[in-house]
């Protein structure tokens, strides 16, 4: 069936690291095999023949110029611009929209936009556009705080999104009372200069504490964290049905030494880890074993229907919106101490070079024989052993070693490591946030990602060999105007690059500033110059981990991605692969399109609970003095990160100093023109914190000394600007209890 390769052709031909093929190329470079390549010239004829696509130089095939005017869904920047997504792709791909000229639209909204072509770059057509249409809202339903006037109720609408106070009038004596955090439904959003004016559906409880913030980014991101009966109910009988000592056909590894490794405050344990002792050869196999999820939740029954809308599991301070039920994720999934439990297992085996010379998969079952937390298994690396048992230290150590000489060829071979700050959040007994620590770097974390990383591509080359798509984790290589800012940027910065960046070009600049003041500014414009990481079938590989093929295996648990993989790979070892009907590979990108959005989704979430705790700390802080970083600028001024809290603020162009400021955005610069003085992404200065709104989400600083009122260029930097507060957050000695609040990243 031709639509079964419709949105993967269109997938790849909007891929920005895509060359102009004839068919015949293209499907060689998607993999798709030769008795289908009949099918796959239908889905090429009907693209053409609905001007989806058109014909080049050559007859290669590409997406037409983009159009006068596009539709398509918006999606603001909280610095003030955003983007209008097409909804029929075009070879320019989405639409630039500048600050101001966004029309009123908001996040998700369906638009229509003026394209105006603003000249040529490097060779291509340059774009903006503004919304003259909103054709349909993507949301009715705002989070906010209560509030009232003599006059009338309304609520003040948390972040940036929608600035307008919402007017409510069905608010009783017995209803909320003001400061009480709520949901309102919009019925009417009023002609201009007009408030729109809604209902209350639901209130969640007293601003400021914990678990109403929390409901309220749940509700606000509009996260499911209820299962219905139908998908508990289907999890309860996977549960009933699991019988540990039922096994047949699965290889017993119960008396093999396998531990896990995991943060203090886990319980879902999702992969453990064994080793063998060197052969003759001076061998080694790696036994990588992931909680057999497949195995509990039947293909297509409302758990998975549930689970596959969810597609990840969310992590907040104090709370988990899980992907699957806790009597499963928790229960008979997890790899718990001392438990029978089925796992798909990888077995890696490598020479005395950490060199792969041999891979095995097999449905398997483990008992674990201790749960280690990462700073226990840190604690035997530094041979402080705390009467663990011998195996488990004779394991620890060798599986150190193993993974120094998987990255060390990895290195090599050019994978990338960023060196960027983060933080754990430390809560007291009240649920505030008091302090935040440096999230923990020891090896031992190093470890198990090494190890995950081998499994995921010791999977995808598996699937590759087979010929069977999956959707894999794809990272694309950064594209030729991407890397040209950087490298002129870098420049700038007093470091000489080549034009053309490879991964070692890469390695070697990240290792020349390591150390150095610029080491952020220059981690930070490296890891901008990249696409984020998604899910999709395509055979792009893994840019940042130097690898050619990639995909997600080891969380299936928290990740749909990785249960889609667990079930292909349970069909190979039951030798009914080459049974199961061809791919959909059009069904595969739409999957994967929706499970990188709800990862974008759970992220966002995350990140923003996070910038409203440690906003709430800054309150207390208000007119102290801190060291920070520049990390970027605009027309209207300049972010400078806490390097204590790792927050961004808006230091304001006006509040700079009294001088004609010039704006070099691609030199990442602010140059005053009478004094001479030059502010640039990397550089320290100390601000004193000015103002912060947590319902806004913004944060303000000024410089450590008040300055004359500054004088901008109109032309470069008179422009009004939104606040902005970014995430991060606070680092000194903590006062209560750390609480792990990043997403694990284990596999990347």
Request: glycine share 8%; aromatic share 6%.
């Amino acid at each position: 069936m031709p639509h079964r390769y419709i949105d993967a052709i269109l997938k790849r031909l909007s891929d920005k690291t895509y060359q102009p093929l004839k068919p015949r190329q293209l499907a060689k470079q998607m993999g798709i095999a030769e008795e289908q390549y009949g099918v796959f010239r239908q889905a090429v004829k009907q693209l053409r023949e609905s001007g989806r696509i058109v014909l080049g130089a050559k007859d290669a095939m590409m997406l037409p110029e983009i159009s006068t005017r596009l539709e398509g869904h918006y999606r603001p920047n909280p610095r003030g611009f955003g983007f209008v997504v097409p909804l029929t792709l075009n070879s320019h791909g989405d639409l630039f929209i500048p600050p101001g000229k966004g029309g009123g639209a908001l996040n998700g909204d369906l638009v229509a936009a003026r394209v105006h072509r603003q000249g040529s770059k490097d060779g291509k057509n340059v774009y903006s556009g503004e919304i003259v249409e909103i054709i349909q809202r993507a949301q009715n339903r705002f989070v906010g705080t209560l509030d009232r006037t003599a006059e009338a109720w309304f609520v003040l609408p948390d972040g940036s999104n929608m600035s307008k106070p919402i007017v409510v009038r069905d608010v009783g004596a017995a209803g909320p009372k003001p400061g009480s955090k709520v949901v309102v439904e919009i019925i009417k959003y009023g002609d201009e200069g007009q408030l729109p004016t809604g209902v209350l559906v639901e209130t969640l409880g007293k601003e400021g504490e914990l678990e109403v913030e929390t409901q309220a980014v749940i509700r606000a991101h509009g996260l499911a964290d209820v299962f219905s009966d139908a998908a508990l109910a289907d999890a309860r009988k996977a549960v009933e049905a699991f019988d540990a000592a039922a096994a047949d056909g699965r290889e017993d590894l119960t008396h093999t030494t396998v531990i896990t490794i995991d943060p203090l405050d886990a319980r879902d344990y999702d992969d453990a880890i064994s080793l063998t002792h060197p052969d003759k050869n001076g061998n080694v196999t790696l036994g990588v074993h992931i909680a057999d999820v497949s195995h509990f939740i039947p293909e297509n029954g409302d758990l998975d229907n549930e689970a596959r809308q969810r597609s990840t599991s969310v992590y907040f301070p104090r709370r988990v919106v899980p992907m699957l039920p806790e009597i499963l994720s928790n229960g008979v999934c997890s790899l718990q101490e001392g438990q029978r439990r089925f796992c798909k297992s990888a077995f890696i085996t490598y020479d005395a070079h950490a060199k792969v010379v041999d891979t095995r998969f097999a449905e398997t079952v483990i008992s674990s024989a201790k749960r280690l937390t990462y700073d226990e298994a840190q604690s035997i690396c530094d041979r402080k052993t705390g009467g663990h048992d011998e195996r488990i230290v004779d394991l620890v150590l060798r599986m150190e070693q193993l993974a120094r000489r998987i990255e060390s060829r990895r290195r090599k071979a050019g994978m990338l490591h960023l060196e960027l700050p983060e933080v754990n959040l430390v809560l007291d007994d009240n649920d505030k946030v008091v302090d935040a620590v440096p999230e923990d770097t020891s090896y031992s974390h190093t470890i198990i990602e090494m190890f995950m990383v081998e499994a995921n591509e010791a999977v995808a080359e598996l699937m590759n060999s087979l010929g069977r798509p999956i959707l894999r984790r794809v990272h694309p290589s950064p594209d030729v105007h991407a890397s040209k800012n950087v490298t002129t940027f870098i420049r700038a910065c007093g470091h000489k690059l080549p034009t053309n960046l490879s991964r070692h070009d890469l390695q070697a600049l990240l290792a020349t500033v390591k150390g150095k003041p610029e080491s952020y500014a220059v981690n930070l414009a490296v890891l901008k110059m990249f696409e984020q990481a998604e899910y999709a079938p395509s055979l792009i590989g893994h840019f940042a981990l130097a690898s050619e093929h990639y995909c997600h295996f080891t969380s299936p648990i928290r990740r749909y991605p990785d249960l889609t993989v667990h079930r292909m790979l349970a069909e190979h070892c039951r030798k009914t692969l080459t049974h199961r009907p061809p791919e959909d590979m059009s069904e595969l990108v739409r999957l994967g399109e929706h499970c990188s959005a709800a990862e974008r989704k759970a992220q966002a979430a995350e990140n923003e609970l996070r910038e409203v705790l440690v906003l709430q700390l800054l309150q207390t802080k208000l007119g102290e003095v801190y060291d920070g970083v520049i990390t970027g600028v605009t027309n209207f001024g300049m972010f400078v990160q806490l390097r204590q809290f790792l927050v961004d603020g808006l230091l304001r162009i006006e509040d700079i100093g009294d001088d004609w400021w010039q704006v070099d955005a691609r030199l990442g610069q602010i140059r005053g023109e009478m004094s001479g003085r030059t502010f640039r992404i990397g550089d320290t200065i100390k601000v004193r914190l000015a103002t912060v709104d947590v319902a806004r989400r913004q944060l303000n600083v000024v410089p450590e000394k008040a300055p004359e009122k500054a004088r901008a260029r109109k032309s470069k930097s008179s422009k009004k600007a939104p606040d902005v507060a970014k995430k991060k957050a606070v680092q000194a000695k903590p006062k209560g209890k750390k609480v792990q609040t990043r997403r694990r990243k284990r596999g990347r």
